[in-house]
């Protein structure tokens, strides 16, 4: 049996991927894609407990937007974005759709995510590249090691090390987000509370 080859660029295998598997991530780090299967319960519990006290600290009026799944342009490859599972963005974020749903990089303030079994992308990788796209604030809610990493302000495509937080604590949103807000390490990593 003869197979014919075709020649496809990252970005079109990418969007395959996305459209044969439904309710699956598919995001391009650092010139490979990734694939992260459906979310669980708690960890979208934790993102709907997330946008809540968002709406109560008085996002509206506020300048920001939180959004859950919006698509972000990283500069570390001509194909490269993300997929965070949490943004906070400029209201008007919808100036700077660059294309296929992603959007420019200065209009995000901040970016979360919730591990999942792909944790060493949230832990490693995605802190490489959210350096390097200079990604002001970036919260890694590690529910495999039971903490939630605060990193901001990158300088020359480096964070420094993280604050880290345990249970029992409050995590301070960074003023620069502009929001004035403590989010529970409990609430965070169980997505109840």
Not at 2 to 30: C, F, K, Q, T, Y
Not at 94 to 110: G, M, S, T, W
Not at 148 to 158: E, F, I, N, R, S
Request: one cysteine or more; hydrophobic letters at 40%.
């Amino acid at each position: 049996m003869a197979v014919m080859l075709h020649e496809s660029s990252l970005a079109d295998a990418a969007d395959w991927l996305w459209e044969e598997l439904p309710g699956h991530r598919v995001e391009i780090l650092n010139g490979s894609i990734v694939v992260t299967p459906p979310p669980d319960g708690p960890h979208q519990q934790t993102l709907t407990k997330l946008a809540r006290a968002f709406e109560r600290a008085g996002i509206d009026g506020s300048g920001a937007e939180w959004l859950q799944g919006i698509g972000r342009w990283l500069p570390t490859g001509p194909d490269d974005y993300a997929v965070p599972d949490f943004s906070v963005v400029d209201a008007d974020y919808r100036d700077e759709l660059i294309e296929k749903n992603c959007y420019a990089p200065h209009v995000f303030r901040l970016v979360l995510e919730v591990t999942s079994s792909t944790w060493t992308n949230d832990t490693a990788t995605k802190v490489d590249v959210y350096a390097r796209a200079d990604v002001p604030v970036y919260f890694v809610v590690d529910r495999k090691h039971d903490e939630v990493l605060l990193y901001t302000d990158p300088v020359d495509g480096k964070y420094p090390d993280p604050q880290r937080f345990k249970r029992g604590q409050s995590v301070p949103v960074p003023e620069s987000v502009g929001v004035a807000l403590d989010l529970s390490v409990d609430v965070l990593l169980d997505g109840d509370g």
